[in-house]
């Protein structure tokens, strides 16, 4: 689906379609505003002919590098639907082993009101019971929880039978009745060819697209945003679609392109009156990189392969503020999906790796990984060629894998879990919201400071990342901003949406 091709002037422009982009479309979208989404890939299309082929399709069957690949929906398109709410205490300064993760710039109940909207829009399913760190809800989960797959409900009964307290993983599914997930073995990280996965594409973008307010400009690259003579506002951006460049004019432009892509649009859009890149007036952009430290564990389900089933129900969020005899917040143990990942090790190692996945349950742990002003992104000239990690609370991860493997082995299972570096997940940060121009790139409406009408919407904006998946944060957000947009507190919507157009 294309965009007019002839149209030269919308409300706002959408740079990106990932959780935040699609979501902020939808949101203005409601208020009538005309949106332009640009992205840089195109719409993903199932192949699946007969009703025995498999449901899912492996993300590394699409492309060897996600950061890489552009597609309608981003990598929602891949995502294991986790949707979980940051928890209350993440929003203020929080102690960490390493140091102090940042208190954001709005509380747990200003983004409330935004958790409950994204949840009924992206199909929650979930339930408070189990979860001490659970935050508080003005209302239920509008779904109830996923039921566990066999497999699974017999391993549930084995650890709360040891004494450890178990929740449901909250998930964004069309699940239920008249759903169309059938809670197949190949969902994480893979693409849903039943459209059942609730990601940004199918709950946000295909409604907004069907107001008739939005319009979707497919393989194209947003080259540079633009700006007034004085830099004080965003007026454009410059595009290449079909092999030729256009200007494309709009009062609101929204960059969403993600932790990588947005600062470096911000930044090579340069000005004279922005000569580091917009934004970048502090030297803040492409800082502050923050995410999670996270660990494999792989408990044994005895002699006999695991059957396919989905499995991605199941966690433990009982450490998350902390232990006895820990003094630091710790993390979320998770059940993962099943995911052929053996088919990413060398080759030799694949056989061993093979068994090793089809008679276990591959689970994780997750702790927070902290920002300083030295983590984020490395640029050679306007290209990101490396990362300077977020900082990892070894002890702490360490500890939480103790604790993995010990719940486990008293639940009666044998447990692999090598005792390795963690690896960064779920990256946020390089253009967070704040107060204060010298230590954010946006404010806490997500506008650029200094730069009227300049927003970035996705997980750049995020001061931190807590120990929870952060997907239903960025949605919250993208709903956020779009209500203040849409309100025209900055006043930059056009009013006259009755100006002659360009002939079609």
């Known amino acids: 689906m294309d965009a007019q091709?002839?149209?030269?002037?919308?409300?706002?422009?959408?740079?990106?379609?990932?959780?935040?982009?699609?979501?902020?479309?939808?949101?203005l979208s409601r208020s009538g505003i005309r949106v332009l989404v640009i992205e840089r890939g195109g719409f993903l299309k199932p192949t699946r002919v007969n009703a025995t082929d498999p449901i899912g399709k492996y993300m590394h069957h699409f492309v060897s590098n996600s950061r890489e690949s552009f597609f309608v929906g981003g990598q929602t398109k891949f995502y294991g639907s986790a949707l979980y709410r940051m928890?209350?205490?993440?929003?203020?300064?929080?102690?960490?082993?390493m140091g102090v993760s940042p208190a954001w710039p709005?509380?747990?109940?200003?983004?409330?009101p935004y958790y409950e909207g994204a949840e009924t829009l992206y199909r929650v399913h979930g339930s408070p019971d189990g979860d001490p760190s659970e935050p508080p809800r003005a209302r239920p989960f509008p779904f109830p929880p996923v039921r566990h797959e066999p497999v699974v409900s017999e391993f549930v009964g084995r650890i709360e039978q040891s004494g450890t307290r178990i929740s449901a993983v909250p998930l964004g599914l069309d699940y239920g009745p008249n759903g169309r997930c059938v809670l197949c073995a190949t969902c994480d990280r893979y693409y849903c060819q039943l459209d059942a996965k609730m990601d940004?594409?199918?709950a946000a973008l295909r409604p907004a697209l069907a107001s008739g307010h939005v319009h979707l400009m497919e393989y194209a690259d947003c080259l540079r945003v633009l700006t007034t003579a004085d830099g004080a506002r965003a007026t454009g951006v410059v595009v290449r679609h079909l092999d030729r460049e256009r200007v494309i004019h709009a009062d609101v432009v929204a960059v969403c392109a993600?932790?990588?892509?947005?600062?470096?649009?911000?930044?090579?859009?340069?000005?004279?009156?922005?000569?580091?890149?917009?934004?970048?007036?502090t030297g803040c952009l492409g800082r502050y990189l923050a995410g999670h430290s996270a660990g494999l564990i792989f408990p044994f389900m005895g002699w006999s392969q695991v059957p396919p089933a989905y499995t991605k129900t199941v966690a433990i969020n009982g450490y998350y503020n902390g232990a006895p005899g820990w003094p630091?917040?710790?993390g979320v143990i998770q059940m993962a999906g099943q995911m052929p990942f053996w088919e990413q090790v060398p080759k030799p190692l694949r056989p061993l790796a093979r068994v090793l996945g089809t008679h276990a349950l591959t689970c994780f742990y997750m702790t927070e990984a902290l920002p300083t002003r030295d983590t984020g992104l490395m640029f050679d000239g306007d290209n990101v060629v490396g990362r300077i990690p977020p900082v990892h609370n070894l002890k702490t991860f360490f500890k939480l894998r103790d604790l993995a493997v010990d719940s486990f082995r008293r639940a009666g299972r044998r447990v692999l879990a090598r005792r390795r570096a963690p690896r960064t997940w779920h990256e946020v940060g390089t253009a967070?919201?704040?107060?204060?121009?010298?230590?954010s790139v946006v404010d806490p409406n997500c506008q650029v400071h200094g730069i009227e009408g300049l927003f970035v919407v996705d997980a750049s904006v995020l001061p931190s990342a807590g120990a929870v998946n952060?997907?239903?944060?960025?949605?919250?957000?993208?709903?956020?901003?779009?209500?203040?947009?849409a309100r025209g507190v900055t006043g930059m919507i056009s009013a006259d949406h009755e100006a002659p157009r360009p002939a079609r």
């Open 5 to 27: 091709p002839d149209r030269q002037r919308y409300d706002a422009i959408v740079v990106g379609s990932g959780a935040g982009g699609s979501t902020l479309a939808y949101q």
């Open 106 to 112: 709005i509380s747990y109940s200003d983004l409330e």
């Open 470 to 485: 952060t997907t239903l944060t960025i949605i919250a957000l993208a709903l956020r901003a779009g209500d203040h947009i």
């Open 432 to 439: 967070r919201f704040g107060c204060d121009p010298a230590t």
């Open 258 to 281: 993600g932790v990588t892509g947005s600062s470096a649009l911000l930044r090579r859009s340069r000005t004279s009156k922005h000569p580091d890149g917009l934004g970048n007036a």
């Open 200 to 202: 940004a594409e199918i």
């Open 87 to 97: 928890r209350e205490r993440d929003f203020g300064a929080v102690e960490h082993e």
């Open 328 to 330: 630091y917040p710790l």
